[in-house]
């Protein structure tokens, strides 16, 4: 009988003269076997419990002393349970004539008790040991009335000595645009019945101070006052991160600016005496080429390759330095149209090394179009170029995984040993001679920087003679469907 409370009566021997059914069950006793007697019911309690329990109902009995006392038994089963057991005198014409009383299972609630306690006792710790500044506050008419502040929140405004009742106003020390900007908090936050946080900037007598702050509305019972907890840490360093960030952003976008109005001034002023010297050395070399020695020719031969090569360099810099000027808005892009314009572009490479492209369905994708026929156009290019002596085979497909389409771009070409997977996205990176294949290093480079401005990643899977197959992604637009 878990639980559950039974009565009983005894004489003024503490004879028990009576129990009720429901103390049977109790103490998991058969009635058949009668109410036990007093020094049977003392054994049956735990030992350190016995002289209390003896000593009440000696008291009791001797000058007339009601008692409750609280105590452990152990039932006949073996199971400890939590008493409470209550008695009083009992008298008829004015004389004492027996004991009465109750017995009630209190183990369960003992049990609900103590481990509020223990978790009272975490909260509190945690409560007096957090860095961060907590309170609690309650609502009273127009006023904020202060509850408790741990010591965190003590040491920080200084506020050793508030007490509970205080007003949330100049008794605590509180500026006054503070105060109101608190209180409005309070009040929208138990209107709302969800926390609220905010920022603001609170001035103390050593210079201001910028505090995240965050309150919640505690839950209490319809006839109690509102109650608030607040959290707050000091954001102050934080806040001048953040200013500091975006100062350095703007450095940064001016550096960039200047950076790239250099870049297209270079290129002009760069290119233009380059076109000088190549022209001018091809015209040496058309007519004075077999006047002079071998080397003079060689000469002419190295000045021509070195001007073209430069321009070659200049121009694919340019556009390197173009990607990220923000100039170009991203837009739905067929991208099966792109690989149409790219292999119009790529024909006569295509035709002259006998090169078959396949291109599997392609999605709509938000890019900027240009950017990307020029990814195609460098990706397909290389695998044409880097096929070796087989004619070139390139499969263009893409899928979608999870929120991005993965492109892939294959070939059958020379491919790339493992241990320059990540060197051949770097600029100027070259891993053959210029005899072998022409080129700036620059190609892949560009690639990866136009995945990247578009929220993507690209990466290659390659074994040296075996082919090689880029990868990059490119976001899913929810919007787009595929």
């Known amino acids: 009988y878990i639980g559950g409370m039974g009565n009983w009566e005894a004489d003024l021997a503490l004879r028990p003269t009576f129990w ?11 009635p058949a076997a009668g109410p036990p007697a007093v020094d049977e019911m003392l054994d049956a309690l735990m030992p350190e419990d016995r002289d209390t329990v003896a000593e009440a109902y000696s008291a009791l009995r001797e000058r007339g002393d009601p008692f409750a006392v609280e105590y452990r038994m152990r039932r006949s089963d073996g199971e400890v349970r939590a008493m409470v057991g209550m008695g009083t005198l009992l008298s008829e014409g004015g004389r004492p004539s027996r004991l009465a009383g109750t017995i009630q299972d209190v183990t369960e609630r003992r049990e609900v008790e103590e481990a509020l306690r223990v978790r009272d006792a975490e909260l509190r710790s945690l409560y007096d040991s957090s860095p961060l500044m907590m309170g609690i506050v309650e609502l009273v008419g127009e006023d904020v009335l202060h509850v408790s502040e741990n010591p965190s929140t003590t040491r920080f405004f200084g506020t050793l000595g508030v007490e509970a009742g205080q007003r949330l106003t100049s008794e605590m020390g509180m500026p006054p645009a503070a105060t109101a900007l608190w209180v409005r908090r309070y009040r929208e936050a138990v209107a709302a019945r969800r926390p609220v946080r905010f920022e603001y900037r609170h001035q103390l007598s050593g210079g201001s101070r910028w505090l995240s702050a965050t309150v919640c509305p505690i839950e209490t019972a319809p006839w109690q006052r509102p109650r608030c907890a607040y959290v707050m840490e000091d954001a102050t360093d934080r806040k001048r991160a953040e200013e500091q960030l975006v100062v350095q952003a703007d450095e940064l976008a001016r550096s960039n600016r200047e950076l790239e109005q250099f870049a297209y001034v270079a290129s002009h002023d760069l290119q233009e005496p380059l076109r000088t010297m190549a022209s001018f050395a091809q015209l040496l070399e058309v007519r004075y080429r077999g006047r002079l020695d071998g080397d003079a020719d060689d000469f002419l031969a190295f000045i021509t390759d070195g001007a073209g090569r430069m321009r070659a360099l200049i121009t694919d810099l340019l556009s390197y330095a173009k990607l990220s000027s923000g100039r170009e808005s991203a837009v739905g892009v067929d991208t099966a149209a792109i690989l149409t314009s790219t292999l119009t572009n790529l024909q006569a490479a295509v035709a002259e090394r006998g090169a078959q492209v396949t291109v599997g369905p392609l999605p709509i994708v938000r890019a900027v179009e ?72 620059m190609g892949l ?6 995945v990247e401005e578009h929220g993507g990643r690209i990466w290659v899977e390659s074994i040296a003679g075996a082919g090689s197959t880029f990868r990059f992604t490119l976001p899913a637009d929810p919007a787009i469907r595929p």
Do not use: M
């Open 20 to 30: 009720s059914p429901q103390l049977y069950r109790l103490w998991g006793r058969p």
């Open 370 to 441: 240009g950017q990307l026929e020029q990814l195609f156009l460098n990706l397909i290019g290389n695998a044409i170029k880097f096929a070796g002596p087989r004619a070139p085979e390139v499969r263009v497909t893409a899928e979608l995984s999870g929120g991005a389409w993965v492109f892939s771009v294959a070939d059958n070409g020379i491919g790339i040993a493992p241990e320059y997977a990540e060197r051949v996205f770097e600029i100027f990176q070259r891993l053959h001679t210029r005899a072998e294949y022409t080129g700036t290093g």
């Open 445 to 450: 480079a560009i690639c990866r920087r136009i």
